[in-house]
């Protein structure tokens, strides 16, 4: 029976994952919204690639056992103690862990989630500066999806209409309010909506160019990644822009799961857990889906610091905890 390896991106907006064979092959993907709860989210997530392994091996494909997960985004320390992930790392590292891995010569990674995005600047396999949006939201995938809506079409539509458009309109694209006040305008003095579409793609590239990108040198080859990368329109956007191609995998919006699983893969197989999904040794995915996982906030009141711990139940064991900044506030696991 072969090695398998899971990870786990668990986003605001979407959660992400796959399950990767011993040559670091993706055998099963899954991506859903993460609806506010993430552990319920990455059970779902579970789910999926269990059903897709299951089908793949009864139409004669080899059996694989997952030993061991990995974690990232924004909600990866909660999900990661609920999987007992082994590898626990931030968005920067699994991204271009990912990203490398399938594109080696790679320079710059462009990357827009639904609520954030980010810039990875790459040498020699390795990621040597980055940055990510801090206050505006009109260059990620909520912005465009509130466009949409606005406009009457599915957001999925998106890129192919904004292709048809001969002369995109010029939209502000200097923050979210501004931006929507000059689609209302462009909508009222009869602008065609391919135009305005086009002119929104090209709003994101631009917000994302001026305020995410600021400062930094874009060197060819480009790699453009997450949900909104499958926008055509924002890729055309990007490459006109910048003057060079933009390259989007596939599994672009995949590649912080497949970055946390190369991580995994990398640290090896877990060590058995008494309770937990790896209490085998191997992943067990009823396991997720039976227990029941829950967070809780508290203050810890032994120093000057007042550190607010998170707690991480599973049932009614205590199973990890961050946040305390002294020994102090260390919380003991009851499993």
């Known amino acids: 029976m072969k090695k398998a390896y ?159 458009s001969e002369k995109p309109a010029n939209i502000a694209a200097r923050c979210t309010v501004f931006a929507e006040s000059d689609l209302v305008h462009k909508i009222q003095v009869g602008y065609a909506r391919e135009d305005i579409i086009a002119g929104l793609c090209h709003a994101v590239a631009s917000n994302y160019l001026n305020n995410v990108g600021k400062g930094k040198k874009i060197l060819a080859p480009v790699v453009f990644q997450g949900g909104v990368s499958k926008n055509a329109g924002v890729v055309d956007a990007f490459e006109k822009q910048l003057g060079m191609p933009v390259a989007v995998d596939p599994d672009g919006h995949l590649m912080g799961a497949y970055g946390a699983a190369l991580l995994a893969a990398d640290a090896g197989p877990v060590r058995e857990a008494e309770n937990g999904p790896f209490a085998s040794g191997t992943f067990d995915f009823e396991a997720v889906q039976d227990f029941d996982f829950k967070t809780r906030e508290i203050e810890c009141q032994k120093c000057a610091n007042h550190c607010e711990v998170i707690c991480v139940y599973r049932d009614r064991d205590i199973i990890d905890s961050w946040g305390n900044r002294c020994e102090k506030g260390a919380v003991k696991t009851t499993a």
């Open 6 to 164: 899971l990870g786990i991106d668990i986003g605001s907006i979407s959660t992400k994952g796959v399950v990767i064979d011993e040559d670091r092959n993706i055998v099963a993907r899954s991506y859903l919204w993460t609806e506010g709860n993430p552990t319920e989210a990455s059970k779902r997530v579970a789910r999926q690639l269990k059903e897709q392994l299951d089908a793949a091996q009864a139409e004669g494909g080899e059996a694989l056992e997952i030993v061991g997960a990995g974690t990232t985004g924004s909600a990866r320390r909660l999900v990661g103690a609920m999987l007992g992930a082994s590898v626990i790392k931030n968005e920067i590292t699994a991204h271009a862990v990912g990203t490398t891995h399938l594109h080696p010569d790679v320079r710059t990674i462009l990357e827009i989630g639904g609520q954030d995005s980010k810039i990875i600047c790459v040498a020699d396999g390795i990621a040597v500066d980055y940055a990510m949006n801090t206050l505006c939201a009109a260059g990620t995938g909520s912005f465009l999806s509130s466009q949409a809506h606005r406009l009457g079409v599915e957001v999925e539509e998106f890129g192919d209409i904004a292709l048809t």
